[in-house]
C-alpha cells in the first residue's frame, strides 16, 4: 500500500525592508549672477548667457531696495549674485522664463551683511 501526500506551498517569500527608503532630491535652486534692474513694476536679472524676468515678492522687493541705494540713474543695472529657481513664465508677457530669488548672496558695492538685513 502505497500512500502519497501532495501540498501546496507558496515558496516565494517577502522580504520585509526594515531601512526606511531613501531618495536624494538634488537642490532645484541655481545661484545666478549678472545685472539687475528694476523700473516700475518689473525687474529682469541679466547674466552673460541669460535674460530672466524676475518674480516680484519680498525677497525681490527687498532686492530692488537694496540697489537703488547703489543707482545713479533708474535704469542703472547693478552687478547682483542670487540663489534663485527658475521657472516657466505663467504669464503670456515678458520672458519665457521667470527666477524666484531665494536668496540674496551678493550686491555689488555693498557688503553681505548690507545686502541681506
Known sequence: ???????????????LNTEPVTSNVQD????????????????VLRGENFVYGVKQDSVAMLLSEKVSDLKSDDFEMIPVRVRAKIMANPRLEGWDEIIEIKEILEISGASISDSIE
Open 28 to 43: 532645484s535652486l541655481e545661484v545666478l549672477q549678472g545685472d539687475y534692474v528694476y523700473v516700475a513694476d518689473a525687474a
Open 1 to 15: 500500500m502505497a500512500i502519497l501526500f501532495v501540498s501546496c506551498q507558496d515558496d516565494e517569500q517577502k522580504e
